[in-house]
Each structure stands twice: as C-alpha cells, then as structure tokens.
C-alpha cells in the first residue's frame, strides 16, 4: 500500500510542475527581441536561434521573474548569454531551466544575482562574478554544471544553497572578502563558524570540521559520494536539513551533544552509513532523516529526543536493534516502514499512540513490548508484518492486548516498562513471572538494575524451587523474626545449607546486606548440593584459597557466569536482573553465557 501512496504522491508531484511551470517551446524560431518587462524596461533582449546567443542590453536592473522571463519559450535554445554593461541586476529566475546555456558574460555594472536566476542551466562549466557584485540570491546557480567558482572580495550576501548540487572540486573567496572565506576550497562565512558548502566533487575521503564551527548549513556535504568519515567537533549545535544527504560512502557519524535536532532528510540515503551515535540533547529527530541508510544495523535514540517525525528510518533495511529512549513522546507515521531485518522494539512508556504505518512491512519483527500508557494503535502501525511471527507484549486489558487480538497476533501479558526486549535480562524476568518465582517491584517496574539483599536472594532461591515447607529446626535469628517478610525463605535457606549466619554466633543473618555476585553463585552453588566440576581455573583474579572459589568454577562450567576479560570480579554488586538470569539458566539450560 505505501509502495502505491509514494508513486501516487510522485505523478502527482510532477504533474503539479508541470501545471506551475510554463510550457518550453523546443521548436525552432526566428530572431526575437522586446524589452525586459516590468521593472525591466529600460533593456531589452534579443535572441538570434542560429547562434543561440542570447543579449540584454540597456541600463537598469532586470526584472524578477516568477520563471515566466520574456524569454522563457527559448530556455532549452539558448547557448550563450551575454549582458552588456549598464545591467545593474539580474533578475529571479531569468535563465532558469536554459539547460543548454554554456556560456555567460557577466559585465562589471552587475551589483546583484536574484533567487533561481540560474538554476538548473545544467551545461554550464564556469561563471565569472564580477568585483561589483555584492549580493547572490537562494539557489542562484544551482543544479549547474560547475566545477570551480571564486566569489570576489565585493559579495556580502549569498542567499541559501547558491552554489548547490555543482560538481565542484573547490570554491575560492577573494582573501579580504569581508563576509566569507575558503578553507582548503571548503566555503565558510568569515567568522568560521558556520560551515556552508562543501565541494561534492572534492576527491577527499575523509573531512575534519576545524573546531569552533558551530553551524552545518542545510545541503552542505549533499552528495559528496567521496567521503567515508566526516569528524563533527562538539562545537556544532546546529545541522541542516539535507546537510549529508546522499553522502553514499560515508560509514559512520557521530553527532555531538550540543546539537538539538536533526533536520529533514539530513543523513537521508547515506547508504554505506553503519553507525550513528546521537548526541544526548537531541530532542527532534526530522521526516526521513535516516530514510534509506540501508548499511545501518543497529540504534539508540537517547532520552533526550522527544519527537520523531515521518517516516525518519524508513527503508534502513539492515536495522535490526533499536533503542529508544524513555522520553519520546510523538511520532509521525511510518517512522521504521521497511525495516525489514528488525526483530524486536520496545516502546517506552512516554508514548500514547502508536502512528500509521510505524512497522510498515517489517517482516522480520517477532516481538513488541508496548506499555499500557499507549491507548491508541493505528490499525496500519503492523501491516506488512507476518501475524504468525510476532508476539505483542503488553499489560492485561491494554490498548496493545486489544489491538493483537483483534488483528490475530500472539499476546503475552508483560507490563514491565524498564526491561527491554534487548536485554540479556528479558527472558529471564518473563520466566520468573511467568513461574511465580518473584514479580515487579511495583505494577509496571522490575527495577533489575536494583541491587539484591541477602533476604532478597534467599526469597529468589526458595521461590524458584516451589516456596516449600521447612521443618521446625532450633535456629532464630535476631534480625529475622516469625513476622520478617523473607522469614519462611530464610529458615528454608538454612535447613538446606544454602546460608547461615553472618556473625560467629550465628545469631545475625544481616538480612538488608548488599550481596555480590560471588555471594549469590555460591548460595546457587550450595543450593544444588555443591557438585563436582572437571575444568581448570578460568579466571585470573581469584585462587583456592577464597571462600567463594568452588562455586565460580562450578558457575562457569555450567554456563551461568563466564565473568569479563578473563576476570571474575567477585566483588561486583548482584542485581535483580542478574539473579533471575542464573536462575533461568540454571533451571532452564537455555541461553547459557558463552
């Protein structure tokens, strides 16, 4: 369906240009002359079809055209141009679109270039600007042919995207040019702060932007297919739209914390694009700013980003993790349509809605967390997407339990919006719940980042094992009385020879004591009766001679802890999700650590 909705929107789209724009006669004509309009009349033009040679002669300023000059039926005619001197302006959009223009003589009574006034002259190899000219309009010469240019000392004002989408190799500035200047043929305005084109023809494969640059102007890298590294300094807090768009070499970008929002279509079909690091205050990601990197595997969008517009990752056909971070509020539509290789997302629970299309044709998506604070799915949020492959998670009597019902997909009650479906962590926490062995720390949290106390292990353990009955034994604890929350877990514990007491006494247990992760594998470890174990010590942190030896060794022959970089790190703190994660391997024997 989106496939027709964009060829639909693109006929549409040019037969609006066709209406707008006049009609081009391509048949041939005699000599034509008349005066150069309102505003324009003391020139006139004369075109001679035999040269193509077109000449306006006069004194005064041209017209501004609204692509309507009084020439425009010879656009495609005219080879060359010639103004003679006494032209003081030319005028907006007064050679737009003469793509067989290859030749322009600019006279030194030239002060102005209006908006268009050359754009699209796609045969054209060279301009000369005059010393008089101080000021070119928007889109001047865009869509030429050029590959070199020099702007004299006299310009103070370039309007936006002058020199665009020209094969240029370098721009030159005129050295006391008091508005601009030329870095390595590099254009920049004369404070360098605001970087404004780099040459797309440049043969350069990778560019550092000096610091203190803090503005990338729209279009400025576009198409510049040579680079495969460009280094943004922290200065930058403002990148363009189209900024690096159709950069098809270019592999990675990391856009740094000072810059807020990523414009429309920015790093759109950077196709060799692999990695992209979001700066943490980036709050507005724009309508298809990533659209069609298809080399991109994998994303995290900050917290700091708060909406995401239209279609921003649509067609990152590669992409098969995604974070999002927990302050998005709004989406436009269709913003991961085509995704075809992601597996799995998590939607946070800043958002309500679910947007048209957001999942277009991810073919490859099996599992959706989405929050109970979501109350409106589009019917099309997962068309394209196989009902037989994806499993919606979600809260009991939720928006996402309705929506996968109604539309034939797998649910599974899942309301914990701090576990992500890309956490080691996830199957695990689903387990646990899934066998009553623990449940969230409140209705919608798990909290496994927590650290787990002594009375909290002890309650894991017993519960994994089917909360059994403990036979009356002679032990008390001074901290842990009948009324103690953990009490039956505890004397549990202590019957089997999982724990005992933390003082020589054995009159404290020390329930609200922080355990580590040699604590929590040594209780597992007493818990199964203390096996045997075959393998050579693994780790170069620890030795026989410490208490929690046996059961480390124990742990990583059986796949339930293999430390890091050869470290066991008994010390570190346990968490909640680390616990349910040895548990789930222990009892399950699945998705054991390599």
């Known amino acids: 369906m989106k496939t027709i909705k964009r060829i639909t929107a693109l006929v549409l789209c040019l037969a609006l240009a066709v209406v707008l724009l006049p009609s081009v006669s391509l048949t041939a004509h005699a000599a034509c002359s008349g005066n150069c309009g309102a505003q324009g009349d003391n020139l006139t033009w004369t075109f001679d079809p035999d040269t193509g040679l077109l000449t306006i002669k006069g004194n005064g300023a041209m017209a ?13 005619s005219i080879k060359a141009v010639l103004l003679e001197n006494g032209v003081t302006h030319i005028g907006e959009s007064a050679f737009f679109y003469c793509t067989a223009l290859a030749s322009v003589t600019i006279p030194g009574s030239v002060k102005s270039i209006g908006n268009d006034a050359f754009q699209q002259c796609t045969a054209l190899p060279s301009i000369e600007i005059p010393a008089s000219v101080t000021s070119i309009g928007d889109r001047a010469f865009s869509q030429c042919a050029l590959t070199s240019v020099s702007i004299p000392k006299s310009v103070k004002d370039m309007g936006y995207l002058a020199f665009a989408f020209n094969p240029l190799t370098a721009i030159n500035v005129a050295p006391n040019n008091p508005s601009f200047c030329s870095v390595d043929g590099v254009l920049y305005n004369k404070a360098k702060t605001e970087l404004i084109l780099y040459p797309r023809a440049k043969t350069n494969t990778s560019y550092q932007i000096p610091d203190g640059v803090n503005s990338i102007a729209s279009d400025a890298f576009s198409y510049g ?31 740094p914390d000072g810059v807020w929002q990523i414009g429309t279509l920015t790093f759109a079909h950077c196709t060799a694009l692999k990695s992209v690091t979001i700066g943490n205050s980036v709050n507005i990601i724009g309508c298809e700013a990533f659209s069609g990197c298809e080399s991109l595997t994998s994303l995290v969008i900050p917290d700091s980003v708060t909406f995401i517009d239209g279609w921003a990752f649509d067609n990152c056909s590669a992409l098969t993790d995604v974070t999002i971070g927990k302050n998005l509020q709004r989406t436009g539509a269709g913003i991961f349509g085509q995704c075809s290789s992601l597996t799995s997302v998590t939607i946070p629970d800043s958002m309500t809605q679910i947007k048209l299309e957001t999942f277009y044709n991810c073919v490859s998506l099996t599992s959706v967390i989405i929050p109970d604070s979501v109350t409106e799915i589009d019917q099309s949020a997962f068309e394209g997407v196989p009902v037989s492959g994806l499993t919606i998670f979600g809260a009991e009597g939720s928006a996402a339990q309705t929506y996968a019902e109604e539309n034939g997909f797998q649910f599974v009650r899942f309301p914990f919006v701090d576990v992500d479906l890309n ?81 020589t006494a054995g009159t404290e247990f020390s329930p609200s004591r922080t355990c580590s992760r040699s604590e929590i594998l040594q209780f597992l470890y007493a818990a199964m009766g203390k096996p045997g174990y075959s393998i050579q010590n693994p780790y170069s942190d620890i030795n026989t001679a410490q208490w929690y030896y046996e059961g480390a060794i124990w742990a990583y022959e059986n796949g339930l802890e293999k430390g890091e970089d050869g470290k066991y790190n008994a010390k570190t703190p346990c968490t909640r999700g680390y616990v349910v994660t040895y548990l789930y391997r222990y009892f399950t024997g699945l998705e054991l650590a390599e």
């Open 225 to 255: 297919t040579n680079l495969i590294e460009v280094t943004i300094p922290d200065s930058v807090e403002f990148i363009g739209s189209y900024a690096f768009f159709g950069c098809s070499s270019l592999t990675d970008i990391r856009i």
């Open 423 to 503: 956490d080691f962590f996830f199957n695990p926490v689903l387990w646990a719940v899934d066998n009553n062995v623990t449940g969230g720390v409140d209705d919608t949290h798990f909290a496994p980042e927590r650290t787990v106390m002594r009375s909290d292990a002890m309650v894991f353990f017993w519960a994994a094992n089917g909360r059994p009955e403990f036979t009356a034994i002679d032990k008390t604890f001074r901290d842990v009385k009948e009324t103690h929350w953990a009490y039956k877990a505890v004397m549990w514990a202590v019957e089997n020879g999982i724990t005992g007491g933390t003082n």
């Open 64 to 76: 501004d055209y609204d692509f309507n000059s009084p020439w425009y039926d010879f656009s495609q």
